[in-house]
């Protein structure tokens, strides 16, 4: 049994630098509600973030896409979004035949005391922009993230100095592509990594976003 497990899980393929990831974890009382939670509790202070602003723009080719209206430097944060954890059964019995399958993040069970409460956490759905990001090779992507199994988040950080009116993209994943957007709403599950459970989630594809045409 762990103790106080207050770092994210690290996974390989997520590319935020380390030192955002650290402020990230460290989570502290808001000053301005002056409430006093257990430390555990709190899952995210967005008080102590100072997003830059970004317009959602809806383009015909990959629908809605995300902006930034100013010069973002490398590292900072630009997002972070809370999610919806759908356990396993939910998830691969209705949630994989509906729009959602084009949206969710893999994800898993931390080891602290949220265990139980989100047992057999499946898939994420990310609330709010973390969902509207579109795809680019990693080397275009300007933008990385880290998934917080603990605070149950996503945190996406700029990868390199982004330009005024520059879409903000991640990677999905390798070997993936768009050729039209009628055939992006068949399936792909958003992203990335194998995880740690061993049963047959761990057989299929590391990436699974990828289209079977
Ligand atoms: C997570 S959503 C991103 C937001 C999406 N554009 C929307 O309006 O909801 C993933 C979907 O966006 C579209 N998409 C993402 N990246 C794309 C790209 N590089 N080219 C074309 N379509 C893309 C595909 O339809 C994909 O299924």
């Given at each position: 049994?762990e103790?106080?497990?207050?770092?994210?899980i690290?996974?390989?393929t997520?590319?935020?630098?380390?030192?955002?990831?650290?402020s990230?974890?460290e989570?502290?009382?808001?000053?301005?509600?002056?409430?006093?939670?257990?430390?555990?509790?709190?899952l995210?202070?967005?008080?102590?973030?100072?997003?830059?602003?970004?317009?959602?723009?809806?383009?015909?080719?990959?629908?809605?896409c995300?902006?930034?209206n100013?010069?973002?430097?490398?590292?900072t944060?630009v997002?972070?979004?809370p999610v919806?954890?759908?356990?396993?059964?939910?998830?691969?019995?209705?949630?994989?035949?509906?729009?959602l399958?084009?949206?969710?993040?893999?994800?898993?069970?931390?080891?602290n005391?949220?265990?139980?409460?989100?047992?057999?956490?499946w898939?994420a759905?990310?609330?709010?922009?973390?969902?509207?990001?579109n795809?680019?090779p990693?080397?275009?992507a300007?933008?990385g993230?880290?998934?917080?199994f603990?605070?149950?988040?996503i945190i996406?950080?700029?990868?390199r100095?982004?330009?005024?009116?520059?879409?903000?993209?991640?990677?999905?994943?390798p070997?993936?592509?768009?050729?039209n957007?009628?055939?992006n709403e068949?399936k792909?599950?958003?992203?990335?990594?194998?995880t740690?459970?061993?049963?047959?989630?761990s057989?299929?594809?590391?990436?699974?976003?990828?289209?079977?045409?």
């Amino acid at each position: 049994m762990e103790s106080k497990a207050e770092q994210p899980i690290l996974q390989p393929t997520d590319s935020t630098p380390k030192n955002i990831l650290k402020s990230y974890s460290e989570t502290t009382v808001s000053k301005e509600t002056n409430r006093e939670f257990d430390e555990d509790d709190i899952l995210l202070d967005l008080s102590k973030y100072d997003f830059p602003p970004l317009t959602i723009v809806n383009s015909n080719e990959r629908g809605r896409c995300v902006f930034t209206n100013s010069f973002i430097k490398q590292g900072t944060v630009v997002n972070i979004s809370p999610v919806l954890i759908f356990n396993k059964e939910e998830y691969l019995k209705y949630g994989k035949f509906t729009c959602l399958d084009s949206y969710t993040y893999k994800w898993q069970n931390p080891t602290n005391k949220f265990e139980k409460e989100n047992c057999n956490s499946w898939m994420a759905l990310a609330l709010g922009l973390g969902s509207l990001f579109n795809h680019e090779p990693l080397e275009k992507a300007n933008l990385g993230f880290m998934r917080n199994f603990y605070k149950q988040s996503i945190i996406y950080t700029a990868t390199r100095d982004i330009e005024p009116n520059e879409e903000l993209c991640i990677c999905y994943g390798p070997n993936i592509w768009f050729e039209n957007k009628k055939l992006n709403e068949s399936k792909i599950d958003l992203l990335i990594e194998s995880t740690n459970n061993k049963d047959e989630k761990s057989n299929e594809p590391d990436f699974l976003a990828f289209f079977n045409l």
